[in-house]
């Protein structure tokens, strides 16, 4: 191995040789998987073990030259890849990948920066605080939380709610983070009954068990007088999960009205705002954005919404010191700043720094780009929705006041083989789901390629899937 970079020749065995033909083979496969867009089918062509039979599933016995390996890779997987980044794609709430912070992610890989300590890799982190001050800034919420960079919403629903569970204990002076949960006080946790499985699981993990539902209306937004009768006479630790952005109706939750009940009752509430919490960047959405900020903690993804690459969710709590002794470790070996360390906001110790493409993803936007983008999934949604109402045999379940857009046919059977047939010919892919006891077709508009002929494209597929099906 050459003793430094200068006497490396970058010929063909040398690392940089080695490094530079891998970067390029890979460049070239993302450029023509990023072009194949328009034309491609949206969902994936065969299963995993098709994937697998080409990539072959012998550990080779010598290894392969880097290029090699990437150009094998990508042959044999980029059939049985799904096209999430396409404008014609709105399964489950996806979002794509704006080009600076998919370039920026590439970087963060290139770079390999530990980004849980400030005084060892300063730069990412520099790079992070500065991304963290805007979304504070953008969601309108206070400039002296504490933000966190997670895997996802899952995991910032998670890191919230360990803070939670942790105050409202020290509320009633059970040292949580010292004591365990084991003798403490029961804390009681009410969710929405349409409340994302994530928060269940996130619940499930810290030990606080399946929470109480609350009865919502037919949008699924929580009623303020079920939360209040809820909350009458109860007197230990409660935390009160609030939804931004309903899975199927894209509804937000009354949260002036429910944090002023569950603060009464001494709750911590926290929102889940995976997708939804970005309806408040923008003016045209502050009606159902109203009273967000009332909360004590925001769970949010940047890999939906702001459409930075997987993955990336950030967490979000209002008492950045209750944050602090959740997840603050004291081991010798670290250097500890003197200010925060990014590893005092989440789980993890060790991580990339997946806050650097959410910093380059506001930047290529601007704050008006970001409120144009969140507009614009808006108004796609509605677009499709107008469109999917001229088609007789269809109806628009949801009000469409944020990116999800519902539709079922005349029975579920025919709603299903509306959907395969949406499949088969896959120039479009909303997803399959059950909402309020019947088949949906969901639409989850989070691409920022999504456009009018998009609009147009996804109508026609639907019209074609229907007219095949009567
Ligand atoms: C996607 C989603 C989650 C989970 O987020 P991940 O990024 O998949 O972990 C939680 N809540 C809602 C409302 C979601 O849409």
Known sequence: MPASEQDDDGGVESPRGLTDDALTVAVEHARDWIASYPDRRVPAEGGADDAADRLGRTLPEHGVPPAEVVELLA?????????SGSGRFYGWVMGGTLPAALAADWLVSAWDQNAGMRDSTPGVVAVEEVAATWLLDLFGLPPTASVGFTTGA?????????AA???????VGWDAPVKGLSGAPGIRVLVGAESHGSVELALRYLGLGTPEQVDVDEQGRMFPTALASALEASDGPVIVCLQAGNLHSGAFDPFA????????????????????????????LA?????????????????????TPYDCGVAVVTDAARMRSSFRLHASYLLTASTVDPYEAVPELSRRARGVPVWAALTSLGRQGVV??????????????????QIPGVRVLNDVVYTQVCVACASDELTRAVYAAILTEGQ??????????????????????TGPDDVRATVEAVTRAVAANV
């Open 428 to 449: 479009i892919m909303p997803s399959a789901s059950v909402w309020r006891g019947h088949a949906v077709i969901r639409f989850s508009v989070s691409s920022w390629r």
């Open 75 to 83: 042959e044999a997987v980029e059939p049985a890849l799904m096209a």
């Open 287 to 307: 009606s159902i954005a109203a009273g967000l900020d009332s909360a004590d903690s925001w769970a949010t993804d940047a890999h939906k919404t702001l459409n």
């Open 165 to 171: 569970r942790d105050a409202v204990l020290a509320n």
């Open 372 to 389: 144009d983008l969140v507009d614009g999934l808006v108004a796609a949604a509605r677009g499709i929705a107008d469109g999917l109402e």
């Open 154 to 162: 899952t995991m910032a629903n998670f890191s919230c709610l360990a």
């Open 257 to 284: 009205q429910l944090t002023d009940i569950a603060h009464r009752a001494g709750a911590w509430v926290h929102v889940d705002g995976a997708f939804g919490l970005w309806a408040a960047v923008t003016p045209a």
